[in-house]
C-alpha cells in the first residue's frame, strides 16, 4: 500500500478510511512529504507505494469546499485514455478525500513553454494534435473540461515529447446531461475562459474549444485571445 494511505478496490468511487490507526499513519507521513501544488480547494502532494516505490501525486480535496464525486466518476470512466491522466486509488476520510493519482515527473507544458520562450511551430503542432484529439475523446462522450489551460496539461515523463502529454485536473469537469446539453454555472481561468461562459446564458463543450485554440495561441507567439462577453 501507499505511504500514509490505506489501499482500496476501486470498485467503489470513494471509499472509507477506517479511523483507528490508518489515519494517525497518515498524519505522521504527511508532513514529510513535498507539496507541489496547491489550489483554493485542494493541494496536490507526492507519495510512493510502501513495496513497490513507485511515485504517484495524491490530489488531497477539501470535502467542505469541493464536491469531488463527479470528478472521480469521470476519471474513473475516461482515464485509460493515453493523454488523460489515470486514478490509481480513491480514499475518504472525515475532512478530505484524497485522489491517487500517476505522476507527472515532465512538469507543466506551462513550465516548459516558460523555458523555451515559445515552442516551434512544429512542436506546437503536435502539442495542439495531441490536445484536440483528447478533447474530440471528451466531447463524444458529453464530457466538458471547463478549465484547459497550459498548467493543467502535463508530461507523464522527462522526455517532453508530445505523446506524453496528460491532461489533468478535472475538478471543473462536467457530464452534460440536460434536454438542451447546455451548462450554466461559470468555471474558468480568466485568460483562457470562452465569451460564452462569462455571458452566463448556457455554454457547452465549445468552451474547450476556445480554451485550446487560446493554448494553441500562447504556445505559439504567447500571445492571449481577447474575450469579449457582450
Known amino acids: 500500500m501507499y505511504q500514509w494511505l490505506k489501499s482500496v478496490s476501486l470498485k467503489r468511487p470513494i471509499c472509507e478510511i477506517e ?9 505522521k507521513v504527511q508532513n514529510e ?13 507526492l507519495c510512493a507505494h510502501k513495496t513497490t516505490r513507485i511515485e504517484y501525486a495524491v490530489k488531497i480535496i477539501d470535502k467542505s ?38 505522476y507527472m515527473r515532465g512538469g507543466e507544458l506551462l513550465d516548459r513553454l516558460h523555458k523555451l520562450k515559445y515552442f516551434s511551430e512544429r512542436e506546437a503542432s503536435d502539442i495542439m494534435q495531441v490536445v484536440t484529439s483528447t478533447l474530440c475523446y471528451l466531447h463524444k462522450s458529453g464530457v466538458v473540461h471547463r478549465d484547459l489551460k497550459p498548467s493543467n496539461i502535463l508530461y507523464a515523463t522527462e522526455s517532453a ?25 461559470p468555471c474558468y481561468t480568466a485568460n483562457f ?38
Not at 508530445?162 to 446539453?181: M, T
Open 161 to 185: 515529447s508530445p505523446e506524453a502529454l496528460r491532461i489533468c485536473d478535472f475538478g471543473f469537469v462536467k457530464q452534460l446531461r440536460a434536454d438542451n446539453g447546455l451548462l450554466m454555472t
Open 19 to 27: 479511523e483507528d490507526n490508518t489515519v494517525n499513519d497518515m498524519n
Open 33 to 45: 512529504l513535498i507539496y507541489y501544488h496547491r489550489g483554493s480547494y485542494s493541494s496536490c502532494k
Open 65 to 102: 469546499k469541493k464536491d469531488c464525486q463527479e470528478e472521480v466518476e469521470i476519471l474513473l470512466r475516461y482515464g485509460h485514455h493515453n493523454n488523460i491522466v489515470t486514478l490509481r486509488d480513491v480514499y475518504e476520510a472525515d475532512k478530505s478525500v484524497y485522489l491517487v493519482m500517476e
Open 193 to 230: 475562459v470562452a465569451p460564452e461562459v462569462l455571458k452566463r446564458q448556457g455554454y457547452d463543450a465549445a468552451c474547450d474549444i476556445w480554451s485550446s485554440q487560446t493554448i494553441c495561441c500562447y504556445c505559439s507567439w504567447k500571445l492571449i485571445l481577447p474575450t469579449i462577453s457582450n
